[in-house]
């Protein structure tokens, strides 16, 4: 009698144990760093865990609709998260993000002041000096995408198409500049501002590529994961996107 009375309060002074909760986030991998916070912080003020899931949008998605148990899916650019909306998937969703494209090269490399903005007349092609131009895959990843269009539009890209190495994700194309196996790289700001092995040589103009846009949609109908689209469109996440250097984009 003694024994089971000393163990009943133990049990229900751990109730929460019994009740916490998984939401499942799928996210552009330029999120990482920003997300990463946000989901330590979500744990400590809920009890309940954010399972993060990097990639590129492209690939994300068509996870998500072959039937990849997401919760959330926050893309790089509208188009991946219009095809998920377009199959019936998406039950809320918002435009959560803004970012813009630079050209970095490894830690060491002079960086020019003030910062330039990448025009025709920046000659990338001297700057890889026999090497590769880091980027994204530039079909299917919107970080590549984006950076394709820049240099189409400043009339730099049949010029360097043959030098790009291309990398599943935008982190993937900012390691090969940090390791030093590529002499330049086109990233987004965030990304460079997170990796302390590349300094940022310019930036593309915003007029040379499509807006960048991070949507975020809600998949399935449940409270946590209402809750966690809550959190992560409110101004608590606002502090952090801004932090790592996103733009929030105002609510519709």
Known sequence: MILRL???PVFLAFPALCHAERVTVFAAASLQTALDV???DWADQTGDEMVLVYGGSGALA??????????IFISAAPE????????????????????????IGPKGTSAPEPLPEIGRGTDIASQLDGGKLAMALVDAVPAGQYGKAALETLGQWDG??????????VRAALALVSSGAAPRGIV???DALAEPGVVVLGQFPSDSHPRIVYPIGQITDR???ASAMDYLTGPEAAK???AQGFVPLPAP
């Open 62 to 71: 068509k996870q998500i609709l072959n039937g990849a148990p997401a919760d």
């Open 223 to 225: 409270a946590i994961t």
């Open 38 to 40: 946000l989901a330590s």
């Open 80 to 103: 991946w998260m219009a095809a998920v909306e377009a199959a019936g998937l998406v039950t809320r969703k918002s435009d959560l993000l803004g970012n813009s494209l630079v050209l």
């Open 188 to 190: 987004y700001l965030t």
């Open 160 to 169: 360097l198409a043959g030098d790009v190495a291309q990398a599943d994700n």
């Open 240 to 242: 952090t996107f801004v």
């Open 6 to 8: 000393f163990i009943l």
